[in-house]
Each structure stands twice: as C-alpha cells, then as structure tokens.
C-alpha cells in the first residue's frame, strides 16, 4: 500500500508570506505527527493529532505555526509570517496507536 | 523533556560490526526507537525497545537498560549501503506519551 505522502516536496517563499504544507497518512492510521528537521540534527517534534484533534501540540514553536486534520486523514501545516529561521524539511509521520512511525519523503521549505 | 546523546560521526569497515550507543534522560520512559536515515531522505524504522535486553532483528540489534538509561544498536556485516545517519528516539509518558524526542543522529561511514 502507499505510504506517507508529502505536498509539495520543495517549497521556496519570502520572508512574511504564508505557506501551507500538505501531507497524507497511511490509509487507517489514526495518529499523525509533524517534525521538522534541520541540517545536521535530528527530527524536533511539532505537533501530534489523535483522530481530527491536536492531542499534544507542546512542540509549536509560537502562534505562526497552526496545523489542522479536519477530516482525521489528511493534514495540513500552516505557517504565517513566515521567516528565515523556518526555513528545515518538514516531516510528517503516521502511526497506528503506539507503533512504530512511517515518515514522509517531507518538503523542503526554504525562506529567502 | 529528554537530553540523548549519541555520538556524532563514526567510520567502520565493510563487513566488519559496529556498536552506536545512546544515553537518555527521561522522567516517564515510554519506549526507545532506532531509525535509519539516508541522506536527503526520510527516516526509516528499524528498532523498538521498551523492556530491558536485546532485541534482534537479521543485521541489526537493539539493547536496552532503562536504569542505565542506555541503548545501542549492533550492526553487524556491515555493507556499503549501511552508511546512513542513525537516530535514536525516546519515547515520554508526559504530555500526550505518543510524540518521540530525537538525538541529533550518529552518520555512520562503511568503508570499502
């Protein structure tokens, strides 16, 4: 079956605009997470969704980061103001309750 | 919050073993992961430990103490294709216990 997909892959924007990133979980998983990763460090943990609810959102940086899963499939990461600190790959994960989690290929957002 | 060190780089031969270590603080341990990540790619699951003792897996082992707040992983054999970033990943029972707090990740070199 298909894994963890990620829209767009690459993401290129200035400094102040807004930009939404994608991302669609393994048919039937019930949790999804966003990381963003940075070069040369691990994955740091943003957001995790528990059906259509934000079940632990502790790792959002500040209030220009919102991320929504209306749906309990589908979610989409959102950031306003956007600024050149932000600019990481952005992953997303799914898991089944407490296994293991598939990661996405992520998008590389980069802010000029 | 969890503090993970692992080393940074390390080098190793072809088809000889590696041994990565990882140490961790936590305050509610809920499991400990190990992913493979390849560069410019995803994150890849191939270890999970949560009791004390070694788990197994072909190439690839996984140990646990959770007094010692220790882990590694065993590579053994190694192959070419085995040069990647490890990553070790804790788990926390505080906030939602789902979200995994990485290391910076330990890029592993084979040599021919």
């Known amino acids: 079956g298909a894994g963890v997909s990620q829209t767009p892959s690459n993401k290129v924007t200035e400094k102040g605009k807004y930009v939404e990133l994608r991302c669609d979980p393994i048919s039937g998983h019930t949790a999804l997470y966003w990381y963003r990763q940075s070069l040369g460090q691990g994955p740091e943990f943003l957001i995790y969704f528990q059906g259509t609810g934000a079940a632990d959102d502790s790792g959002l940086p500040n209030d220009r980061f919102f991320a929504v899963r209306p749906e309990g499939s589908v979610s989409t990461l959102k950031i306003q103001r956007t600024e050149r600190g932000d600019s990481a790959v952005y992953l997303c994960?799914?898991?089944?309750?407490?296994?293991?989690?598939?990661f996405g290929p992520g998008t590389r957002l980069t802010v000029l | 919050g969890q503090n993970i060190d692992q080393p940074t780089e390390m080098t190793a031969t072809e088809g000889a073993i590696v041994q990565i270590n990882c140490t961790y603080q936590t305050s509610g341990f809920n499991g400990l992961f190990w992913y493979q990540q390849h560069a410019g790619e995803a994150p890849t699951f191939l270890s999970y430990?949560?009791?004390?003792g070694l788990e197994e897996k072909g190439r690839f082992s996984s140990f646990l103490s959770r007094s010692k707040g220790y882990s590694y992983l065993l590579l053994k054999e190694l192959q070419m294709k085995d040069s990647a970033s490890y990553l070790c990943a804790v788990r926390d029972k505080l906030n939602s216990g789902y979200a995994l707090n990485f290391g910076k990740g330990t890029s592993l070199l084979v040599t021919p």
């Open positions: 994960a799914s898991s089944l309750g407490q296994s293991e989690q598939f």
């Open positions: 430990n949560v009791l004390d």
